[in-house]
């Protein structure tokens, strides 16, 4: 489990108003608890079992959670609403480009067409192209690389004109 599983773990624990959870596995130990104030996590411990393969440092150490940027509004402008949103069909790890080496699928003012390949989501590791439905001229990316996304978030605008 990596850094981003656990952020989204945090994520959804504090959305649905439980002040507990505790996960444990063969290979790690995860509590949660969260405050009735405003369902921030107030503790995260990550402990690994003591495998001589993989050597750690004996004690459980505190993983704090990097602060993760709400979900943008779905509220569009006067200006923005003559162009269409493309949105995430499913919860991932969004990525722009189709290996680190490799350039960005798309970018402000590159015209696409129906089929082509935006961005790739990554979900409980499968890599899941998303495809354009529409052909236009990408006008905005609403999403930054290797960023976690949500179902139904904008992902890119796009003038059909």
Same mark, same amino acid.
Request: charged content about 25%.
């Given at each position: 489990?990596?850094?981003?599983?656990?952020?989204?773990?945090?994520?959804?624990?504090?959305?649905?108003?439980?002040? !507990?959870?505790?996960?444990?596995?063969?290979?790690?130990?995860?509590?949660?608890?969260?405050?009735?104030?405003?369902?921030?996590?107030?503790?995260?411990?990550?402990?690994?079992?003591?495998?001589?393969?993989?050597?750690?440092?004996?004690?459980?150490?505190?993983?704090?959670?990097?602060?993760?940027?709400?979900?943008?509004?779905?509220?569009?402008?006067? $200006?923005?609403?003559?162009?269409?949103?493309?949105?995430?069909?499913?919860?991932?790890?969004?990525?722009?480009?189709?290996?680190?080496?490799?350039? $960005?699928?798309?970018?402000?003012?590159?015209?696409?067409?129906?089929?082509?390949?935006?961005?790739?989501? !990554?979900?409980?590791?499968?890599?899941?192209?998303?495809?354009?439905?529409?052909?236009?001229?990408?006008?905005?990316?609403?999403?930054?690389?290797?960023?976690?996304?949500?179902?139904?978030?904008?992902?890119?605008?796009?003038?059909?004109?």
């Amino acid at each position: 489990m990596d850094i981003r599983e656990i952020q989204n773990l945090i994520k959804f624990v504090a959305k649905s108003g439980a002040t !507990e959870v505790k996960l444990e596995t063969d290979d790690f130990k995860i509590t949660i608890k969260t405050t009735n104030e405003a369902s921030a996590p107030e503790y995260t411990y990550l402990q690994a079992p003591m495998n001589p393969a993989f050597p750690t440092a004996g004690t459980p150490q505190p993983v704090m959670p990097t602060p993760v940027a709400p979900v943008a509004d779905a509220a569009v402008s006067d $200006v923005d609403s003559k162009y269409v949103t493309i949105k995430s069909p499913i919860i991932g790890t969004l990525y722009r480009k189709p290996s680190p080496d490799k350039p $960005v699928f798309v970018e402000v003012g590159t015209t696409i067409a129906k089929g082509d390949v935006l961005c790739v989501i !990554e979900a409980m590791k499968l890599f899941n192209e998303i495809e354009s439905e529409i052909s236009g001229k990408i006008v905005k990316v609403l999403v930054d690389d290797s960023s976690p996304v949500e179902f139904d978030q904008p992902l890119f605008l796009v003038d059909p004109s």
